[in-house]
């Protein structure tokens, strides 16, 4: 099958940008030391990842090499006067990012194997303390959470009696409406009542006439 052609162009999604970075940077290291053996090449090789951490693939003699050459051949690239001390914060750097990758690993228990009984007391101190900091923040926030739990209770529950005392004063003024409805029927029962016994004596009356 024909391998399809690769667009070049920034990888927008973060984790595949990661593992194509990964992947091809192993194949860049495994062709550099390709060419070392099978040319007898000296190769220097540089990488710094996104996050910035450090691959080097170099042989010690290619550095002094390349500033001989640069400066025999009068390239325009120039090494700036204080790459001494740019190779020290450079191995200070790499120390660091070992000692804190080595660092990150135990507080996770991994790499145990090295450390010593009192390694492992001050690790496990530190590790107890970071659980105390955790367990009091989390702490910190379930009271917070509680909190407002319990205002958004009362406030419904304030909100409920509201609704309850509307309910019960429509209740109220639909029992005098009804009073006052019944009130006038039977007011205009009575005066029925008394018109058909007037009607009733004015009939009598014109009889015995």
């Not at 450090?54 to 009068?74: D, H, Q």
């Not at 135990?106 to 007391?121: A, N, V």
């Not at 406030?155 to 509307?166: A, D, H, R, V």
Request: charged residues 30%; contains cysteine; glycine residues 6%.
């Amino acid at each position: 099958m024909v391998r399809g052609k690769v667009h070049l162009k920034k990888i927008e999604n973060p984790v595949h940008r990661r593992v194509t970075f990964s992947k091809r940077k192993a194949g860049l290291l495994k062709k550099a030391t390709e060419l070392s053996v099978l040319c007898e090449a000296e190769i220097g090789l540089i990488i710094f990842s996104p996050t910035g951490k450090l691959f080097e693939y170099a042989n010690p003699r290619v550095m002094g090499k390349y500033e001989k050459n640069c400066s025999s051949i009068g390239d325009v690239i120039e090494l700036p006067d204080n790459i001494e001390t740019l190779h020290l914060e450079l191995e200070n750097l790499q120390k660091r990012t070992t000692h804190l990758e080595k660092t990150y690993k135990h507080m996770i228990g991994e790499d145990l194997g090295l450390l010593t009984f009192k390694d492992l007391q001050r690790l496990e101190k530190r590790i107890s303390l970071g659980t105390r900091k955790i367990h009091s923040r989390k702490k910190k926030m379930s009271l917070e959470h509680a909190r407002s739990i319990k205002m958004k209770a009362k406030s419904l529950t304030l909100e409920n009696g509201n609704l309850f005392k509307m309910v019960e004063e429509g209740r109220c003024r639909a029992c005098h409406l009804n009073i006052d409805i019944m009130e006038g029927v039977d007011n205009n029962w009575e005066t029925d009542a008394a018109t058909q016994q007037i009607l009733h004596q004015t009939n009598l009356n014109l009889t015995l006439s």
